[in-house]
């Protein structure tokens, strides 16, 4: 009788104990990188980006969300898992020497649980900060007038295909972008939509297209007032709501809209 009591008090005592890893498992934040997966990070890196987007002066800069891109195909999540890389870009544009103020302002305005640090040095200046989720957020100078913000997963396993959120119309937005595209007389060889959920509501979008032509044409359409940012290899201005940048790319012009949150 008393073995059986044993025995009975070890298995009920078997029972709890795994109840209790089950709703660990199911309730408790992770403590590690390697307790989590790609998707778990995206939405984490969507809300950097929308605060980063969010600090910004609107009428002084033009911003372009980018897609997610893999930055290391094969890493190390620990020494018996492989795991992936993925990153997000917000690229700025601003007039050339507004950087720094425009990551200190960022910097400002970013929730205060990033811990967000700007270091300047010269031409150069950087922003890091923790988004949380064993997400980091860099900021830096990218050329004259432009900065690019990235929102890094960090190397985790992936478990589910990396896929945009993008509007339900894949014509959504275009006008700024076809306006431009007129006025080179040039058609779009690609269109591109990237969006993100904005941690106050809405959502953040940039329609891009893909074309050719002398940005010099589409420049002078555009009254002194409204203009942002006038780089030899890019040029953005304000269109409304909408923020417009044209920016070299390979051997083609990329032109974008952008506007949301």
Known sequence: ??????????????????????????????????????ADALPTVDAA????????DQQASVAALGAYRRTEMSCRVTTAREGTRFARDLMVYVKK??????????????????KAAV???GDLHLLTADAG?????????????????????????????????TPASQNANRAPVQAVLDTLGKPASQWRTHR??????GALW?????????????????????????????????AGVAGVALRAEDDSLVVSSTAGC
């Open 196 to 201: 993100l959920t904005c941690p106050g509501g």
């Open 206 to 238: 940039t329609v891009e297209a893909v074309t050719s032509g002398d940005a010099a044409k589409a420049k002078a359409t555009v009254p002194a007032s409204a203009v942002v940012h006038d780089e030899p290899k890019s040029f953005a201005f304000r």
């Open 1 to 38: 009788m008393k073995r059986r009591w044993i025995v009975t008090g070890v298995v009920a005592w078997a029972v709890v104990v795994a109840g209790l890893a089950l709703y660990s498992y199911s309730n408790d934040r992770p403590t590690a990188r390697e307790q989590t997966t790609i």
């Open 133 to 165: 989720n064993f997400v980091s957020v860099r900021g830096s100078t990218a050329g004259a007038g432009v900065l690019r913000f990235t929102a890094d997963t960090g190397c985790r396993v992936q478990d589910a295909a990396v896929v945009e959120a």
């Open 119 to 121: 270091a300047h040095g």
């Open 49 to 56: 980006l929308g605060h980063v987007y969010a600090g910004l």
């Open 97 to 114: 020497g507004a950087e720094a103020d425009t990551l200190d302002r960022v910097k400002g305005a970013l929730p205060a649980q990033y």
